[in-house]
């Protein structure tokens, strides 16, 4: 299409339109095995936005294609039109009707956020998706979204009370229960709109047409049904002789996929918070069909949830920082495993749902293990459950569970021997399927393990699909149960519900849609499922040299494979953990982790032509140009994709092809630098300070005129060592004391502090200095930061054969060792025994407190309040506990952890003149309101030197080092 056109139209809107090849890259994916380059993306501001889009696709005869999170399975954000993103600006939340117990809301909603904001109505909305803390109500309308609580609350199509819309007309219209009266006067008009009601009315008052439904489509009583179109709900009005008193269109249009009208406002019933008191037991297998056959009979029970779990999703578990934790209510090595919840008002209710649920699950005796969780324990299995679709992209290489046949939903009695039919398929196939489930509504996401990138698994994924197709019709069940259609299962439509009901389909589509510009190729008139994956099928393997060693995941291009498009890192700095905070900052897809994966995959993938290497991309840089290399995603992304080192992989290799610039220089030798200015200190930090010099100096070096320079210092710290050669030492207790580049030259009160600490808690210290190579790192200086790696390994390996503990107070320094150093320096097990015997120092203190050798008769009685901000890199690659857990030792100190994620320093992040907007607004979204909040007397505690230098930047307040508060609090 002629950009012209495209430009014309961003010129007409009060949103944006963008059309450059990093947008359409973006774009081009989902969380689904497809790929089609987009015309670009709209960003609509206003509904006239929205309509003058439509009228532009009827124009220019394009298509558009509708999104929010973009979290679909099946592929229903993919095409070749222009997407329309109301993910940005479509997120308001309109009204509350207490009395209705309805709310209305903007379709770029998130869902967590939405019960986030009910909460003081007492209300929620109940469909609990995986992705509830990132999926918005507008694709949960598209796709019929169901969830874990669907057995208790229904599904999104039973909560949708209206919905206001753009035709393909352009005209807008609000479809909602209207009695038959209005109906019938509805059809008397002459609209747009009144022509759809009156078609409508025309099809299935047809006798022939209402049997053909009732006899082809799924059983009624599967709830989760999204094939096709929900015709057979609008058969349930009085109109057409059924039981309800009143019509909805909306109905028809929820699980539409955006094929049938554009979306602007959503109006849902909602129901009372849940119970206060709630318990979840779990029952433990050894064989998948021992699972299976316990649903039916604990589903008697009025659970809230029946989720299963098998092998295949537990074990990917192991692999994942943040879950791990999470698997503490794991016995043995389980086939699979059921999580039965159940709530109640009252302590006794509990107890007797508790007793009554046990009792069956006894009589059955089918499982070993039946655990019973309380509290917070139910919101940790729970969230180990929702990481389960994005830890299946933790297989390592091409081979991976696909989503194909993962949304079937058969009625309850037909469960176990549709899963018994379902297996000798796949056995047939030579398949172990990976079995995740929502078991109590009788759907599994089962997935077949293949390999997109060869032909002869591209045929598996066609056969097995039709197969498990023909199989689910053979029961009548539904073969979209909540993840829709899309592009992945419209082929098998005519199949599902027979070739007069889909003509059917195609007719209302072309009612709603006569030129086809809303999804074309979803549900009806469907793009190929075999065709237009995110890989050339049967391509030779791109070969891409890195410095750094990827083999953990097979290569770097391998690496960014990795992420499957599962969008947890489009949560918002709403919800719980730190990724990723320049996302958080600028609500934009190049900003999230599966926005820079995506684009390092399709660009190392494709290179420029014009490229002098394969990271010689324009695109790459400017989707990692605000990745503040934190680390949250190493942690919290379910499929380990770890951007930061990507990153340091990008800029050594594009600095390669296009040379390292000055300002690049003088961060990355900046401990070079400050031992220089060390040296003469007082003139160093005067210049600092200075308004005119220090002010040039930013500004000839690209820093913020906003910023304060950090001081630099000259300090002995033998010599302060031998200050304290206490007689409380006790010789056993040696540990070598990590004297880093910034503890040296620039927070050497932190240094003075932990060596007095130490040295009094009866510890025999030694100091090693040396230089990380951080700076290095963060800059893709990696030559340099391989040249120090390899020789701080020779002495820290000698110290690790001496079992003398390394403890580290700077975490971005001494968590280089249990991180990239093992990427860098050759020897992976000499490599994993130095970051096995590398701490951090309130790690170490921690596990003396545990150990019973540190405790509360060292410290002070006194009282205060502490507030802690810990390193984005120990929230990763550690835990923000055993720093919490310190801070405790004084017997009346008062601890709390702020959630602040990123504080947006990062480094050399925040100093950069065009990153200090970013690196603020990140800081202003928790940090500094939890900061400014607290009395003075309240003590901040920050362990990251760039974390306290941005808390005093943004806040103006001094934070002290966890080291610091614990020296102070020493008995004198």
């Known amino acids: 299409m002629d950009n012209n056109l495209l430009s014309k139209l961003r010129e007409d809107l009060e949103g944006d339109v963008q059309f ?26 206003s509904v006239e936005d929205i ?9 220019e005869n394009i298509s558009l294609i509708p999104r929010t999170a973009g979290t679909s399975l099946a592929g229903q954000c993919v095409g070749d039109g222009l997407v329309v993103d109301v993910s940005k600006h479509f997120t308001g939340i309109i009204r509350v009707d207490e009395a209705k117990k309805q709310v209305t809301v903007q379709p770029g909603v998130i869902r967590d956020e939405l019960n986030e904001y009910l909460k003081p109505y007492g209300l929620f909305f109940g469909p609990n998706t995986s992705t509830s803390n990132r999926c918005m109500i507008g694709g949960m309308v598209g796709n019929n979204s169901s969830g874990t609580t669907s057995i208790q609350y229904g599904v999104t199509r039973d909560k949708v009370i209206s919905m206001k819309t753009v035709l393909s007309d352009g005209s807008e219209a609000e479809f909602g229960r209207i009695s038959t009266e209005e109906f019938n006067q509805k059809i008397q008009e002459n609209t747009f709109e009144a022509s759809l009601y009156k078609k409508v009315y025309n099809e299935l008052s047809n006798k022939e047409i209402a049997l053909e439904i009732k006899e082809n489509f799924p059983k009624p009583e599967i709830h989760r049904r999204s094939t096709g179109y929900a015709v057979d709900e609008l058969l349930k009005t009085d109109i057409f002789g059924g039981d309800l008193s009143y019509f909805n269109m909306a109905e028809l249009l929820c699980g539409s996929e955006g094929t049938l009208a554009f979306t602007t406002e959503i109006t849902v019933q909602l129901d009372p918070l849940p119970p206060a008191l709630s318990a979840m037991v779990i029952t433990h297998y050894t064989t998948l069909e021992d699972c299976l056959m316990d649903v039916v009979p604990v589903m008697e029970h009025p659970l809230q949830l029946c989720e299963m779990m098998d092998k295949v999703i537990l074990d990917c578990t192991k692999n994942n920082r943040a879950q791990l934790a999470n698997r503490f209510f794991v016995e043995g090595d389980p086939a699979a495993l059921l999580m039965l919840q159940v709530s109640a008002h009252t302590k006794k209710e509990l107890e007797d749902a508790i007793a009554a649920l046990q009792k069956t699950i006894a009589n059955s005796g089918l499982s070993y293990a039946n655990p019973v969780l309380y509290g917070d324990q139910i919101a940790k299995a729970i969230e180990l459950r929702k990481a389960g679709l994005g830890l299946l992209g933790n297989i390592v290489g091409d081979m991976k569970a696909v989503a194909c046949i993962e949304d079937t939903a058969v009625a309850l009695p037909d469960l176990k021997d549709f899963i018994a039919e379902f297996s000798l398929i796949m056995k047939g196939y030579g398949q172990s399927a990976v079995y995740y489930a929502h078991a109590g509504a009788g759907e599994l996401h089962l997935r077949p393990i293949l390999n997109l990138k060869k032909s002869a698994d591209v045929g598996l994924f ?23 259609d899309g592009i992945v299962r419209a082929e098998f439509i005519p199949l599902m519900i027979g070739q007069k009901n889909y003509e059917l389909l195609r007719r209302i589509k072309s009612y709603f849609d006569p030129k086809g510009i809303f999804n074309p190729g979803k549900i009806v008139d469907a793009y190929p499922m075999d065709q237009s994956f995110r890989y050339e099928v049967d391509r030779k393997e791109p070969e891409v040299d890195t410095l750094m060693d990827f083999s953990d995941s097979q290569g770097i291009l391998k690496a960014a494979e990795k992420c499957n498009g599962s969008g947890d890192c489009r949560k918002t700095d709403k919800a719980k953990g730190g990724m990723c905070p320049s996302y958080h900052a600028t609500k934009n897809e190049k900003d999230t982790t599966r926005g820079r994966a995506n684009t390092l995959r399709e660009f190392l993938t494709n290179p420029n032509s014009s490229a002098k290497n394969r990271f010689d991309s324009p695109e790459i840089k400017e989707a990692f140009d605000l990745c503040l290399s934190c680390k949250a995603c190493a942690s919290e992304c379910p499929s380990n994709v770890d951007v930061s080192t990507l990153k340091a992989e990008f800029l050594y290799q594009y600095q390669e092809a296009n040379g390292y610039s000055l300002r690049g220089k003088l961060f990355a030798y900046n401990t070079k630098l400050n031992g220089l200015g ?42 302060h060592l031998q200050k304290f050669d206490n007689k409380k030492v006790i010789k056993s207790k040696k540990v070598v004391l990590f004297i880093d580049e910034f503890t040296r030259y620039l927070d050497i009160e932190v240094g003075k502090d932990a060596i007095e600490l130490m040295t009094k808690l009866g510890y025999d210290v030694s100091l090693y200095y040396a230089e990380s190579g951080r700076t290095f790192l963060s800059k893709g200086f990696l030559k340099q930061a391989q040249k120090l790696a390899i020789k701080n390994s020779e002495q820290l390996q000698k110290f690790a054969d001496a079992g003398l503990p390394v403890l580290g107070l700077e975490p971005s320094a001494i968590l280089s060792f249990r991180d990239e150093y093992k990427r860098m320096t050759g020897d992976k097990e000499v490599a994993q025994k130095i970051a096995d015997n590398s701490f951090l120092i309130e790690e170490f203190l921690a596990k003396e407190v545990s150990d019973g050798n540190l405790d509360a008769t060292s410290f002070t009685t006194n009282a205060k309040d502490i507030k802690i901000h810990n390193h984005c890199h120990q929230k990763a690659l550690s835990n923000q506990k055993v720093t919490f857990d310190i801070l405790n030792l004084p017997s009346n100190y008062k601890v ?77």
């Open 51 to 59: 309509k003058k889009i439509v009228r532009f696709a009827n124009d």
């Open 896 to 972: 709390t952890i702020i959630p602040s994620g990123c504080c947006g320093m990062a480094g050399s992040f925040g100093y950069e003149e065009e990153h200090y907007e970013t690196s603020m607004k990140i800081g202003g979204l928790k940090l500094f309101p939890a900061v400014n909040k607290s009395s003075v007397e309240t003590i901040i505690a920050a362990n990251g030197t760039s974390c306290r230098h941005q808390i005093f930047d943004g806040t103006k307040r001094i934070a002290k080092h966890p080291v610091s508060v614990l020296k102070e609090a020493l008995k004198n």
């Open 678 to 719: 060390s040296k003469v200190s007082g003139l160093t930090n005067a210049v600092y300070d200075s308004k005119f010099l220090g002010g040039l100096l930013k500004k000839t070096s690209g820093v913020a005129k906003e910023r304060s320079l950090p001081k630099v210092y000259s300090f002995n710290f033998d010599k």
């Open 20 to 45: 450059d090849n990093l947008t359409k890259t973006l774009y081009a994916t989902d969380a689904s095995v497809y790929r089609k380059i987009p015309l670009g993306a709209a960003f609509p501001k």
């Open 462 to 484: 066609r056969a097995i699909t039709t197969d498990v197709a023909k199989l689910t019709k053979k029961y009548k069940g539904s073969f979209s149960g909540e993840h829709g």
